[in-house]
């Protein structure tokens, strides 16, 4: 009989509804929204918040105030508040905005590279390279995120070797971690454990980051392959909110609060206060002036768990 896997002791959530989630969203909340979205995400215990993106305004409104927003929240100690940029002018405006992290997007596929960023995957590794030069310049983290890793809504299937082949680059210019993108959550458990044993094999003393979606109802059962083989580092967005509007069928990041609530059932620890953040998704119902996709904030939190929502003993 095998012997039950191992799951890690504590999980790293990067929360992303302030970018990712609201970059998808007809309404665009005013900045003064966004930094109280900000300010109270950061206060849950939340210590990794993607911003916002540096890209032109006129293909992501939602983004367009971005520089405006970081010189407005309350930086917490401990927090690490990051931005997307494309190219190079985006590196240089987020670090003039003080972001703590640059995060450079690049697809797996031509087709959806062309779609995203309007650049060939070359295109985009030569705007990394100049990217990860303004960071170690400026002392700033430099990071990489591969989208359409599990597939591409324009190409299909994505190979293994050519997801690798890209990390392999991005490890070569400087980055400090890869993230792996399912964009258009095309995912499953299978090409999970295929995806992650493929970088361990690759980079052995890496550690992976997954931003996986829910668009097919797969994403924490693509979370427990990944914990199963190890994984403790993911990305996720307050109320379920936001996708990709530059991809087809990509809505449905997975939730914040509902990933949090079953790392806590599982007695995984991630830092994060379940029931504050229940209350800022609670907000951003309102602000958005709809319900959310998230099922914690209407099914409420299990009895079994500790009254504060921390993890089970």
Same mark, same amino acid.
């Given at each position: ?7 890690p002791?504590?999980?790293?959530? +990067?929360?992303? /509804?302030p970018?990712?989630?609201? %970059?998808? $969203?007809?309404?665009?909340?005013? *900045?003064? %929204? ?10 849950t215990?939340?210590?990794?918040? $993607?911003v ?46 003080? @972001?703590? =992290?640059? %995060?450079?997007?690049? &697809? ?14 070359a295109? &985009?590794?030569?705007q990394?390279a100049?990217?990860a030069?303004?960071?170690?310049? @400026? /002392? ?11 597939g ?10 050519r997801?690798?082949?890209?990390? @392999? ?9 890869? *993230?792996?993108?399912?964009? *258009?959550?095309?995912?499953?458990? @299978? !090409?999970? +454990?295929?995806?992650v !044993? ?7 003393q ?8 829910? =668009?097919?109802?797969?994403?924490l ?6 914990? &199963?083989?190890?994984?403790? +580092? ?14 087809? /069928?990509?809505?449905?990041n997975?939730?914040? $609060? ?7 059932e599982?007695?995984?620890? *991630? ?5 504050a ?9 309102g ?11 209407? =099914? ?11 993890? +089970?003993?």
């Open positions: 009989m095998n012997a039950l896997p191992r799951f002791e504590h999980v790293s959530i +990067r929360e992303v /509804g970018r990712d989630g609201l %970059q998808n $969203e007809d309404v665009i909340l005013t *900045t003064a %929204q966004k930094v109280q979205l900000i300010d109270r995400l950061a206060d215990g939340l210590s990794l918040i $993607e916002g993106a540096f890209v032109r305004p006129a293909n992501v409104p939602q983004m367009a105030d971005t520089a405006d927003v970081f010189a407005a929240i309350s930086r917490r100690p401990g927090v690490v508040y990051s931005a997307i940029v494309p190219n190079a002018i985006g590196a240089r405006r987020a670090i003039a905005a003080r @972001a703590d =992290a640059l %995060q450079v997007f690049l &697809s797996a596929s031509e087709s959806h590279n062309r779609s995203n960023v309007n650049m060939s995957i295109q &985009s590794l030569t990394a100049d990217i030069a303004l960071a170690r310049e @400026a /002392g700033v983290c430099f990071e990489a995120v591969v989208s359409v890793a599990f591409c809504p324009f190409e299909g299937d994505v190979p293994l070797d997801v690798m082949d890209l990390t @392999a680059r991005l490890f070569d210019l400087g980055a400090e971690q890869v *993230t792996f993108g399912d964009t *258009t959550g095309m995912g499953h458990p @299978a !090409l999970v +454990r295929d995806l !044993l493929a970088f361990y094999e690759r980079f052995p890496a550690h992976p980051r997954l931003h996986l979606h829910s =668009a097919r109802g797969a994403g059962a693509n979370v427990l392959m990944a914990l &199963s083989l190890g994984v403790d +580092r993911f990305d996720a967005s307050v109320g379920g909110i936001g996708g990709c509007p530059f991809a087809p /069928g990509a809505p449905g997975i939730c914040t $609060e509902d990933l949090v609530h079953m790392l806590h599982m007695g995984i620890s *991630t830092g994060i206060r379940l029931p953040l229940l209350d800022v998704a609670r907000m951003l119902e602000m958005l002036g709809r319900t959310v996709p998230g099922q914690t904030i209407k =099914a409420g939190i299990c009895k079994h768990l500790p009254s504060d929502g921390a993890p +089970r003993r």
